[in-house]
């Protein structure tokens, strides 16, 4: 049982270049996530999607567009990285009620822009 | 915006004694209350939840959680030098599945 999946683990881009980030979870989870942790600030949300087919903007999505491909996977595309991007990034999943609500992350992708 | 505050430490405690973690949220009609535990270069693992008031227990780990003062703590008993990491408090606001988090305490267990 792998949890939360992410690819790759470490990226360096140049400025302009685009990428995309990744997840997958096989704990059967309706919810998933995107987040960016900075020194200092936290753990701040991109995107989320709260079913298969729905994604929505969450607190700091400028310069990012996400896929909800399937129920098991929620990709995160970087178009034209910028320096400003340059964080690391947790893709996490959850169920959204019930008895155990608590989102699990995966291991994270430290991406450096150039 | 709903909020979630931490101080950022770091709190340093002797090996053995007790950690306590504060976080306080915004909030007040938030259901579920979560503390993660973040090595240095690692992904949050979650170390324990908690929906009611009064105090839970898991190992040398308890969480206190007051909904009418809006807190939610963290203590750590016979702290170990393993225990140093950076302490996550998330909380999910009324209305929201979705996890709200503060920016995390530095712990460290000193020998």
């Known amino acids: 049982n792998a949890g939360v999946t992410q690819t790759p683990k470490f990226q360096v881009l140049k400025t302009g270049q685009s990428m995309t980030l990744q997840c997958a979870q096989d704990?059967?989870?309706?919810?998933m996530y995107w987040y960016r942790q900075d020194p200092g600030m936290g753990l701040r949300l991109i995107y989320y999607?709260?079913?298969?087919?729905?994604?929505d903007k969450g607190e700091v999505p400028n310069g990012y567009n996400v896929s909800r491909l399937n129920k098991r996977e929620f990709s995160l595309r970087l178009e034209s990285a910028a320096p400003s991007q340059t964080s690391v990034y947790f893709c996490?999943?959850?169920?959204?009620?019930?008895?155990?609500?608590?989102?699990?992350f995966g291991q994270g992708t430290r991406l450096t822009v150039v | 915006q709903k909020e979630v505050e931490q101080n950022s430490g770091p709190l340093s405690v002797p090996e053995g004694a007790i950690a306590s973690l504060n976080c306080t949220y915004s909030d007040r009609v938030s259901q579920s209350f979560f503390w993660y535990r973040q090595y240095s270069g690692k992904s949050p693992e979650l170390i324990m939840s908690i929906y009611s008031n009064g105090d839970k227990e898991d190992g040398r780990f308890t969480a206190q959680l007051n909904k009418a003062s809006q807190y939610v703590s963290l203590l750590i008993r016979d702290s170990q030098p393993s225990d140093s990491a950076t302490y996550l408090c998330a909380v999910k606001p009324g209305g929201s599945y979705i996890p709200t988090f503060g920016r995390g305490t530095s712990l460290i267990v000193h020998p």
């Open positions: 999607s709260a079913s298969e087919g729905t994604t």
């Open positions: 996490a999943s959850s169920e959204r009620s019930g008895g155990s609500t608590e989102a699990f």
């Open positions: 704990m059967n989870h309706n919810s």
